[in-house]
């Protein structure tokens, strides 16, 4: 076909395009060619499609016309297809956000997880994600926040019928109650994710780490040991760092409140070693910081009070580029009782202060609880002195009272109860300090498993036995060994005493939202960016003036 045949025939029915004038462009169109009187082929507006088909689609014959309509399957296609983009983006998004936050990149990678979880199709997909949003929100501190997140993944878990996902959830969901202050529940749902199938990985090792810090926070120190020494050997063969962190962190605390100070520094040296030794780089800075505090915690207990000091400021230094208000609320704590030690009481219960209110705007009840304990301390020491009257010590050691027995700290409740006592007694009402002593004679402390002489009663060595029970270490002949279970077993008065039969465990308690106030005691003072700095600024102005 050549140019001038093409030429030669009309296919625009008029003139050609290069004789046409403006005028004729824009004149009406030919009627005779455009029916634009003829009813039957126009489709009017609707307001209104119906909405039948599958997943509420438009019918393409009532909006664009039957002359429109796809073939079919091209939208079924279509919708697979954006969903494989979708589920692959966020794939990527949520690769991208575990790099980032390896790079300590912490709130751009919250920010990517967020935007994939609207974009994310595949339950275990979803599963994962909310797992990295659970983890980033408690190291934001954020724990109701991350409560949601754990509910989420029971729900999942529970369509899928998985066992292993069901584990992580009722894990999620205990350590979130248990930084909540809700012990009883916490030792439940860990409890639960012991009964499901935890892999036998690090997932098992974290339930038991959790049962023994819950264990450990009601008192029971056998039952905490035990959780130790299982996640310790999970750690061990998985060759696990970030837990075995964890694990001596917990040991530490355990040697500490049982007054073993050289037990507690070196564990918590342990920990230190692992957050900045050469396989570090896979640790999350977190479990850094918490390292570091377990280390100025139990220096403190030893009376190394400045390297102590030095330890909590670094923890504060490196919480305040973190963003964690939950590391800041405890390292406020630590230097609280390091400033009670150096009978600087002022200064303390500005710490206390601070942490209280740290712990109240975060629902931290542990966080709060202890600072609350230091400020009581500082407040009996202000009133044997003779600087304050009977009433102020009274008053605050009842809501710690208050506040330990709903969280169910025994150990707290026994020391508060006594304090209350001796106040009582020096206001002259001895029928309520009578009361008060035998409320705390009622819980029993921990004992020698093999002289059942207490524990704690003053600072000295002791030794854990395989069986988890703890003796004094004078107690421990050389002939017992670690690795021999019958042989410790055989001398250890728990192990030889009858042991009614374990009821099975009860059902877990249903996922609820905690409420915004649930504390029996005022609004706390609203946290600044200003304390912080001024706190950091009197440490240094402090360790200037230590050093000249």
Known sequence: MSWDSIESRDYLGGVPAHQLSATRLLSSPDPSRH??????????????????????????????????????????????????????????????????????EQRLAVKIWLSALRGVRHRSDKFSLLGHLYQAYMDFGKYRESLEFANRQLGI???LDSAPMRAEAYLNLARAHQTLGGLDRALSYARHALYNDCGGGSTAGCVHLTVASVSLELGAFSKAMDGFQKALAVAQSQNDNTLLLQVYVGLS?????LRDTERAVACAARACDLGRGPRSTDLNTRHHRTALLQMAAALRARGELGDAHDYCNEALRLAGVAGDQGCYARAMRIAGDVYRRKNDINRALRNYELAMGAGQALGDRLAQMEAMDGAARCLEALRLQGRICNCRPLEFNTRLLEVATSVGSKMLVGRVRLRLAEIYTALGDNSAAARQKRAAAAWAAPACARCREPLAARAEPLASLPCAHIVHHACMPESWSRRSRGAAGAECAECASPRAPRAPPPAPPAPRTLPTQDFPFGTPPTLRD?????????HSSQQATSSV
């Open 530 to 538: 200003s304390d912080l700095a001024s706190v950091l600024s009197d």
């Open 35 to 104: 029916h634009l009187d003829d009813p039957p082929e126009l489709f009017p507006f609707a307001e209104e499609f119906p909405t039948e088909g599958r997943n509420g689609a438009l019918r393409w014959g009532s909006r664009f016309g039957p002359a429109h309509r796809p073939p079919p399957g091209v939208l079924e296609c279509f919708r697979v297809c954006r969903s494989r983009l979708d589920q692959y983006l966020a794939r990527r998004k949520i690769e991208r956000g575990v790099r980032l936050y390896g790079q300590n």
């Open 157 to 159: 878990s529970e369509e």
């Open 253 to 257: 605390e355990l040697w500490r409140r």
